[in-house]
Structures are given as C-alpha cells and as structure tokens.
C-alpha cells in the first residue's frame, strides 16, 4: 500500500469513527480537548457546567485584578466568559470554527465577589456559518450582558 492509499483509509476511518460518534460525547471531548489547550480561560478561572452540541454553560468568579478604575469588572472580563463560551459551543459539533465576528451589551455593572455564568444558544448553523447568542449573568440570574457571535465553520474535523 502507498502513502496516499494509507492516508485516505486513516482519513476515512477517522470520519466514520467521528460520524458514528455519539454527538453529545462528541461534544464532549471537543470541549475538554480544546480547555486543555486555553491557558487564557483557566487563568480567568472558568468552569464548564454544560456542554451540548451547539451549547455551553460556563461559569467563573470575578477577582480584583479583573477590576478597572471605577472598581467593576472591566468590560473585557464578561466579553471573554462569553467569547469562550461562544468558542465551546461553535466547535462542540466536531468542526474546527472560529470567530468571525462579534458583539457584546453590557446591560449592568459587575463587581468582584460575582460569580457570571454564560450561557450559549445555537441560534442558526449552516455548512460554512454559524450564528450563537451568549446570556451572561450574575450569581442573582440577573443579565449582566448579552453577546452575539458569528463563526465561520472551516470545515475540518477535530481530532479527539
């Protein structure tokens, strides 16, 4: 057998195994592959509560060191929870997607001691796109901000 046969078997084997896969457990081990790759995420102290394909819950505290000069989180802090969150969701389908385009309101202020959870929904997905909205609130269920993302769906697999 030559290299480009072997190649094309591992390849096909592969998909049929990804195929055959159970997508939530797919999902799974997209997921956890893909924290384990994100120094940026552990560093802000995320925790995955739930992953689904097409969803992600997460959750982290708010640290003073995460405060800007009017002494609440620094807008970037609830726009990374929900730009990981946003990461997780779009790729849990088992293909490599990145963000393309992104938006975030900050409906209320954040201070340290609060806890935000972020809360993916798939809201459309094609072949090459994929659109997501992103509800993060505080330890109270109160919306803190709301963020919306667009992927571009690459299509290649994850390997996991």
């Known amino acids: 057998m030559n290299i480009c046969m072997a ?13 055959a896969m159970d997508p939530h457990d797919l999902a799974q081990r997209v997921v956890a592959t893909m924290f384990d790759r994100d120094p940026f995420s552990r560093w802000l102290g ?5 992953v689904a394909p097409g969803r992600c819950v997460l959750s ?3 640290r ?7 002494a609440i989180a620094h807008g970037g802090i609830a726009y990374s929870l929900a730009d990981s969150a946003l990461a997780f969701a779009s790729n849990s389908h088992g293909v490599r997607s990145v963000s393309i385009e992104t938006s975030i309101t900050h ?7 609060d806890t935000l ?4 929904t798939e809201k459309n997905r094609s072949t090459r796109f994929a659109t997501y909205e992103v509800i993060v609130t505080d330890q109270l269920a109160r919306t803190v901000a709301l963020f919306k993302g667009t992927v571009f769906r690459t299509g290649e697999e994850w390997v996991v």
Do not use: C, K, Q, W
């Not at 190649?7 to 195929?19: C, V």
């Open 64 to 70: 003073d060191e995460m405060l800007n000069g009017f």
């Open 60 to 62: 982290m505290a708010v």
């Open 46 to 50: 995320i925790e995955r509560l739930a």
């Open 117 to 120: 959870t972020a809360t993916t």
């Open 7 to 19: 190649i094309h078997m591992l390849a096909t084997n592969r998909a049929i195994y990804l195929g």
């Open 107 to 113: 409906m209320r202020p954040v201070h340290s001691g």
